[in-house]
């Protein structure tokens, strides 16, 4: 990936139908691949958030986050660096229970990662894991090298910035702030 870094976008938004739709399309035209998706309510009432990584350069993201801003039910959007921001995933692993309890070695590896087992019977047990997306994705090799998963599945990422401000909470109080001057002006000059 020459010169590509991940970035992480954060938008938010009100949650209209749709607006899914318009956020991916500034990818799919500018023919950018999202590596992860993960969309959900915010802090702040009303308002969803957006996290979505992929694969690009600092010119192309900043394009991208503008093309996004201009979209009218999209509060605010930002990108930024692994360093600026704490993110997890969640991974659920579906391991085979006889492979599993054969010997110590799975069990050792579940340990190892933090991982905890949270459904177990005869024929099944659910291997439950959140982290960084490379905790993960070293959990399941191992996992995998042991020949007991059966199925898996993870989540997109979701973060927050290591700000020490959240940003669209500013953004919301400048606009409120602009908007109650202007009915003042307004009233002042009847």
């Not at 704490?86 to 010997?103: A, C, D, L, M, R």
Request: net charge neutral; hydrophobic share 35%.
């Amino acid at each position: 990936m020459d010169n590509k870094t991940l970035y992480t976008l954060i938008v938010h938004s009100e949650n209209f139908a749709g607006l899914l739709n318009q956020v991916t399309a500034v990818f799919t035209r500018r023919q950018i691949n999202i590596e992860s998706l993960n969309v959900s309510a915010s802090s702040i009432k009303g308002v969803h958030k957006y996290t979505i990584t992929a694969w690009t350069d600092a010119d192309t993201i900043e394009k991208v986050v503008r093309q996004i801003e201009k979209k009218i039910d999209v509060i605010q959007a930002q990108y930024f660096t692994d360093d600026e921001i704490y993110s997890h995933e969640i991974s659920i692993f579906k391991v085979s229970t006889p492979k599993f309890q054969n010997g110590p070695e799975p069990s050792k590896v579940v340990r190892k990662y933090g991982a905890r087992i949270v459904e177990m019977n005869p024929v099944f047990s659910i291997v439950e894991k959140n982290g960084t997306s490379e905790e993960i994705t070293a959990l399941y090799g191992e996992l995998r090298a042991l020949d007991c998963v059966l199925q898996s599945v993870r989540s997109g990422r979701v973060a927050i910035t290591t700000s020490r401000f959240e940003r669209v909470n500013e953004f919301l109080n400048d606009r409120e702030e602009k908007y109650r001057k202007s009915r003042l002006d307004g009233q002042s000059s009847c």
